[in-house]
C-alpha cells in the first residue's frame, strides 16, 4: 500500500531531479591543483633500465650485466650502484662503471649520458642537467663471464650453505623432541 503523500520509487519525477553542476575537464575556468614528483628510487631505476643498452658498459657498481642477456644480473635491483638528485624539473646521476678493454671510454660516457637523457625524459620530462661517471676498472669480456661465474658460484654456495644449516638445525629439534616424547613421564 502507498501513502498518498509519498511518492513510489523510481517514478519519472524522482529521476527528473536536477543536477548540480560540477566543473569538467572542458570548463576553462576549473583548474586542479596538485603536484607530480618522483621518488629518486624510480629515477635511478629508469637510469639502471636504460643503461642495459650501453654496448662496452659491464657493470654498475653492485651489479653486472649478463653478457648472454644484457640484463643488470646479481644484484638485488637495478638501482643499485646508481645516485641520482631528483629535483622539481631536473636530474642529476653520478654512477660508478666498469667498462669493456679496447673500447672508447669517452664514446661510452656519451652513449650513457645519451641513453639517460633520453628515457629520464621520455618517461618523467624531467631535464637531466649533469651526469657523472666513475671508472672503476677496465675488463674484458672474458675477465667479467669469469667474475661472474665465480660470484654465481658464491651465491649458489652461501645458498647450499644456509640450507644444510637450516636443515641441521631442523634435524636438531626433531631429535630433541623425539627424545622428550620417548621418555617415560618423571611424575605419575
Known sequence: MVEENMKPFGTMAEQE??????????????????????????????VGLALESVDGLLSIEGGFFSNLTGKLINTDDVTSGVDVEVGKTQVAVDLKVVTEYRKNVPDIYEKIKEVISKEVSTMTELEVVEVNVTVTDIKTKEQQKEDEVSLQDRVVNAAQTTGKFTSNQVDKVKEKVDDSTSQEPRVH
Open 17 to 46: 531531479k536536477p543536477v548540480p553542476h560540477h566543473p569538467g575537464p572542458k570548463d576553462e575556468n576549473h583548474e586542479i591543483k596538485g603536484m607530480l614528483t618522483y621518488e629518486d628510487k624510480v629515477v635511478q631505476k629508469i
